[in-house]
């Protein structure tokens, strides 16, 4: 039941928006149906818990990542079902357990230490007899991977640091303190070694004594088969101490891939959404066009009510009388009139000069996203020439038609003059009192004559005039910014600069129209 | 939320029917309809836990049918509900029968000299009017709708809300008692229980996204199209005498369209009428001529069989 809890909260982690409710069901379901075979638990997992079709493919991966790992401890959870919690025991307590030994070992004289040299044959440290026993060591690297919290992993280059506390908490001090003090004792002995046959081919040459040659040498086999030995458990402790620190990495890396990516992911996005829209990276584009959709699909339903409400008129008093009649005239029935909801019109007109591309791209996303609640939009960009790319945008994949657009036109520089006129002779005919004009731009515009009387026609033909500034309010008015000259045609002027502005702006867009 | 099990009526009276979702694969191919393992785990688990199903997918993929086919399958009446924008709770839940309450007042009228006759005073008068029995918002008077007729069947029954993406969002929010608790409230009556907690299906075509309220109450179940296999195995038992040659070029060119970019892709059901009609015209092999006659069996949009056509030969011959 662990690992149900553990994924669901892997999953809430990718952003699915799973419910206590939810889970219970899960764990439900999984109570009745069991964990034994993955295809049923994939499918029932999946029904209780994953409800939007967008999130399918997350769960399909973050599935087959968890429950590899589920599968494996799962299994040596069964192979040693008694030995296991001991195991686990005996690894947390290794570091207190063997710091003793540590100390032992360093109080102990020489001529003590080759005595415990004997017993560590078997290898001293919990860790290195577990390890030399060949025991499965994954259920205690899950164990200490959980008390090291490792599930809060967010960056990568957090891994090296929890995999060596997960070390540690295995009790790796123990372990290499232990290689390290065979090292030591084994050097010593070579030192003494060498001493020895210095000693002993001086004293063969001096005094040729027999006896005690007989005696050094008995002494010096023994030691030699000792440091063998030795040698062979250094070896051994060194090798399986790597490829342990292996099996701990791979661990690592999977938790990461399950509980990270998409927690990086959601740190970038957070970022992404009070990021400057003019400096973004062109890296950047791809999430922030999912996420400009997604705030965008907020909005929509947010708003999709509003309109059906709007749809009922005034009373019908001759229909509802006749629908009565038979009820003796008493009215239970009402019939109402259906207000012709006249589609209210929007022309957005988008800057896309090189200064202020880049929110015009995310502007036009916005509103394009938006269309299952925007009533119709006409979209014109332009740097010197108004150009309607309305059509455009029906032909083609939005994105693909953005990419066009920027490519076109964008990075002109902007003569507002031209482009006002250009509107003048395409548009402003069909402005009416439904229309709300858009207008996205910073208003610069190199030192040229702004035609700020084509603006005030359209204001005036218009029934609302919003203008989207994608600089700060202080510096509009400096430079050859010329805001001023069209501000008191607009119904209102705002800074916009990031895809809260976006998000706020067409919220309040969506409740007046 | 504790469901008491007396109220499980139809799942008790078929346990054996539900004991695990491989009965119910089998048991429901028996029946013609050929499901995958999840399909059946989702029906497995909306009997034993008591939950609506949601059911989405590309039209024509059997949503509706697996609502007929439970409802066949476990002997309980099938109460459908086809949902529509402007549909309320008057055409869903419940409806007063006005005709009746009309003439029940009539009648209240001429019996009213007897019921106050000899009461002194307005006090008395209105305390005898208290006294008489009020059936005006009663059940007598009460229009069962779909809704209230599920949650008032003895024998517990199967409910499909057929495309619920279709009704306005205000009814989703008014089905959300029902399908969490299976009661509904009637303001003059108060909170009616079900008898025997219904099985409920919803369908969406996803024409919109439905509420997240909605979708937490709900197992959520998918049905994509099916995999060569599984449609090689419907064709059979829903056409027979078709050549087995035949049926596995036919499912293989479904699969090629289906990879098309195509403005509707042909489902399951479009399949079967194709497959029934080659079957009618003796087609014994797909050949570009006969194909390119049945296409619009396929192929509900002129662009797609303009897609299509110039391509019919190519996708044969892949076949063989």
Redesign the interface.
């Given at each position: 039941m662990r690992f149900v809890v553990d994924f669901i909260g892997a999953l809430r982690e990718a952003g699915l928006p799973v419910s206590p409710a939810e889970s219970l069901d899960a764990l439900k379901a999984i109570k009745l149906l069991g964990l034994e075979h993955r295809e049923t638990c994939k499918s029932v997992l999946a029904l209780t818990l994953v409800k939007r079709q967008v999130d399918q493919t997350v769960y399909d991966e973050l599935f087959d990542l968890y429950f590899a790992t589920i599968r494996k401890a799962e299994k040596t959870k069964e192979a040693d079902n008694d030995e296991s919690p001991e195991n686990a025991l005996k690894a947390q307590s290794g570091q207190t357990d063997t710091s003793d030994n540590k100390d032992n070992t360093q109080s102990q004289g020489p001529s003590e230490a080759d005595k415990s040299d004997a017993q560590q044959v078997n290898s001293s440290s919990t860790l290195g007899q577990a390890l030399s026993q060949n025991k499965d060591m994954s259920l205690a690297i899950t164990e200490a991977a959980a008390a090291e919290n490792l599930s809060s992993i967010v960056l990568f280059t957090q891994k090296n640091y929890f995999a060596y506390k997960i070390m540690q908490r295995l009790g790796d001090a123990a372990l290499s303190a232990e290689i390290r003090t065979i090292g030591n004792s084994l050097e010593r002995k070579s030192s003494l070694e060498r001493k020895n046959s210095l000693e002993r081919e001086g004293s063969l040459e001096r005094e040729g004594s027999l006896e005690r040659e007989g005696s050094l040498e008995r002494e010096n086999n023994l030691e030699r088969k000792n440091s063998l030995e030795q040698k062979r458990t250094q070896r051994k402790l060194i090798k399986s101490r790597a490829s342990l620190l292996n099996q701990v990495k791979d661990y690592v890396e999977q938790q990461y891939l399950i509980y990270a990516q998409h927690k990086g992911l959601k740190y970038r996005e957070e970022y992404l959404q009070q990021a400057k829209l003019s400096q973004l990276d062109r890296l950047d584009f791809k999430l922030m066009q999912s996420l400009v959709q997604r705030a965008a699909r907020k909005l929509a339903s947010q708003h999709s009510r509003r309109r059906l409400t709007r749809k009922r008129g005034q009373l019908d008093v001759r229909k509802t009388i006749a629908a009565n009649a038979a009820f003796d005239g008493a009215l239970f029935h009402t019939r109402w009139k259906a207000t012709r909801v006249e589609r209210p019109k929007i022309i957005a007109i988008c800057d896309v000069s090189g200064s202020v591309s880049a929110v015009a791209r995310f502007l036009l996303l916005f509103l394009y996203s938006l269309q299952d609640v925007m009533p119709k939009v006409r979209s014109f960009v332009f740097a010197s020439d108004m150009v309607e790319v309305t059509a455009l945008f029906k032909q083609e994949d939005i994105e693909l038609a953005l990419e066009e657009i920027m490519q076109r036109w964008g990075g002109l520089s902007t003569n507002y003059a031209t482009a006002l006129e250009g509107l003048q002779s395409q548009a402003l005919a069909s402005i009416d009192n439904k229309t709300t004009v858009i207008m996205l731009g910073d208003a610069r515009n190199n030192q040229g004559d702004g035609r700020a009387d084509i603006w005030e026609k359209v204001f005036r033909n218009s029934k609302r005039v919003l203008w989207l500034n994608p600089e700060h309010r202080n510096s509009w008015d400096t430079g050859d910014s010329i805001m001023s000259e069209y501000a008191p045609w607009c119904g209102s002027v705002e800074p916009c600069r990031n895809l809260k502005d976006i998000e706020r702006f067409f919220s309040r867009l969506l409740k007046h129209s | 939320m504790f469901i008491p099990e007396c109220q499980i009526v139809v799942i008790i009276k078929h346990q054996e029917k539900i004991a695990s979702?491989e009965i119910i694969q089998s048991r429901y191919e028996d029946l013609g309809y050929i499901c995958s393992?999840?399909v059946a785990?989702?029906i497995?688990?909306a009997c034993?836990?008591q939950?609506p199903i949601?059911i989405?997918g590309p039209p024509g993929v059997g949503k509706t049918e697996l609502a007929k086919v439970t409802a066949t399958y476990l002997n309980a009446p099938l109460i459908r509900m086809q949902c529509y924008?402007g549909l309320d709770e008057s055409k869903a839940l419940y409806e007063w029968k006005?005709?009746k309450q009309?003439l029940y007042t009539q009648v209240l009228k001429e019996q009213l000299g007897d019921v106050l006759r000899g009461a002194r005073g307005l006090d008395e008068s209105i305390a005898r009017l208290h006294d008489f029995g009020d059936i005006f918002y009663s059940q007598d008077f009460l229009e069962p709708r779909p809704l209230l007729q599920a949650l008032q069947s003895q024998e517990g029954a199967v409910l499909l809300i057929d495309e619920i993406d279709k009704a306005?969002?205000?009814f989703e929010a008014f089905l959300l008692e029902l399908l969490s608790d299976y009661q509904v409230s009637i303001p003059e009556l108060g909170t009616i229980k079900a008898v025997s907690t219904p099985i409920v299906m919803l369908t969406s075509n996803?024409t919109?996204?439905l509420g997240?309220a909605l979708?937490?109450?709900?197992?959520?179940?998918?049905i994509p199209f099916p995999d060569a296999a599984l449609e090689n195995r419907i064709l059979a038992t829903q056409v027979e005498g078709l050549d087995t040659q035949l049926r596995e070029q036919i499912v293989a060119l479904i699969g090629k369209l289906r990879d098309m970019p195509l403005k509707k892709s042909p489902a399951v059901s479009e399949t079967i009428d194709w497959a029934r009609a080659l079957l009618l015209l003796n087609v014994e092999e797909l050949d570009p001529h006969w194909v390119k006659e049945t296409l619009n069996l396929l192929l509900k949009f002129q662009d797609d069989i303009e897609l299509v056509e110039p391509e019919i030969k190519a996708l044969l011959k892949d076949l063989r």
């Open positions: - | 979702p393992h999840s785990t989702a497995y688990l034993h836990l939950k949601l989405e924008e006005y005709g009309l306005d969002q205000e996803n919109r996204e997240d979708k937490r109450r709900c197992l959520h179940l998918y």
